[in-house]
């Protein structure tokens, strides 16, 4: 496995995280890691769209939908 250094990290920071480690019961290298892989796990926004643009489509152009929103509108 890889080592990561992170430099100037502030004191602030450094404490609240060694807080967060020790509240789960774990040290800071294990909590740091969980941190780091959920992080990398997790899909980005973009992603998330692209995957969603390519995996859906809709015959509704945005008029109708403008239209639609009018109509509900005038209704009340």
Do not use: F, H, N, W
């Not at 609240?16 to 892989?37: F, I, M, P």
């Not at 390519?54 to 109708?64: F, G, I, L, R, Y």
């Amino acid at each position: 496995m890889t080592a990561i250094t992170i430099r100037d990290v502030p004191e602030a920071t450094l404490e609240a995280l060694k807080a967060k480690a020790a509240e789960g019961g774990r040290s800071l290298q294990a909590y740091l890691l969980d941190l780091v892989t959920r992080e990398a796990r997790t899909p980005t926004l973009a992603s998330m769209m692209a995957r969603l643009d390519a995996t859906t489509a809709s015959e509704v152009a945005t008029s109708d939908i403008l239209a639609a929103i009018d109509e509900g509108r005038a209704s009340r």
